[in-house]
């Protein structure tokens, strides 16, 4: 099967920008961004090999999405909300955020999943964390952002990092891979059952690798 293209740069402003300078942005980003998380999940779950080529601007917005996606395939303990209005918490951690990062992860603002609300917060600083239920540590920062601290692993907390494939470390229950330019990820099953979390099936299904 062919590789899909991916997706054309965008020429327009940034949405950190236009509201740093008072313009609403334009909803032409968030409608591209519905393109593009059904490239990542509805035609991946089609695909033998779950893969998307993508260009580097587009890596992080694809990513985001991804995260979208995987609330719906996470179930978490009840005792994790205290309502059933509650919203998922989505913390993104990283030194050293850039409008990119920010428009990206801003494109998922507002959705929900499972009848619940997302809440997205970036971070820069550990003690900022708290106990969201998903962790992304952003991978620009690699120093600091592949391994996940060993106290979130046992707090419900679906983890999320990008992996280096040199190493192969990190401890996050689902990883990132760039594979051939294409966007993959791996799920750590020993790391989601010590958390806690249950992980649909149909999700398993769509990883490069499933680690038991």
């Not at 968030?30 to 033998?48: D, E, H, K, N, V």
């Not at 994790?80 to 990062?101: E, K, L, Q």
């Not at 494109?107 to 809440?119: D, M, V």
Request: hydrophobic fraction near 35%; aromatic fraction near 8%.
């Amino acid at each position: 099967m062919p590789t899909l293209p991916g997706p054309s740069k965008h020429q327009h402003q940034s949405p950190a920008r236009s509201l740093r300078d008072g313009r609403v942005p334009s909803c032409a980003r968030r409608f591209r961004l519905g393109a593009l998380t059904l490239l990542c999940f509805s035609l991946c779950s089609l695909l033998p090999s779950h893969s998307l080529a993508l260009s580097d601007s587009d890596e992080l917005e694809a990513k985001a999405a991804f995260i979208y996606n995987f609330c719906k395939y996470i179930d978490w303990p009840a005792d994790r909300f205290a309502s059933s209005s509650s919203p998922i918490v989505i913390t993104v951690f990283c030194h050293h955020f850039t409008y990119d990062a920010c428009d990206a992860f801003d494109t998922i603002r507002g959705k929900s999943a499972g009848g619940r609300p997302l809440e997205v917060r970036l971070v820069k600083k550990a003690d900022e964390i708290g106990t969201p239920h998903i962790l992304y540590m952003c991978g620009s920062d690699r120093d600091h952002a592949g391994r996940i601290p060993e106290s979130y692993r046992t707090q419900s907390i679906l983890t999320v990092n990008d992996l280096d494939p040199a190493t192969r470390c990190g401890g996050a229950i689902i990883s990132f891979l760039s594979v051939d330019n294409k966007l993959r990820f791996q799920i750590n099953l020993r790391a989601a059952r010590k958390s806690g979390l249950k992980i649909s099936s149909q999700l398993l299904k769509l990883a490069t690798d499933v680690v038991e």
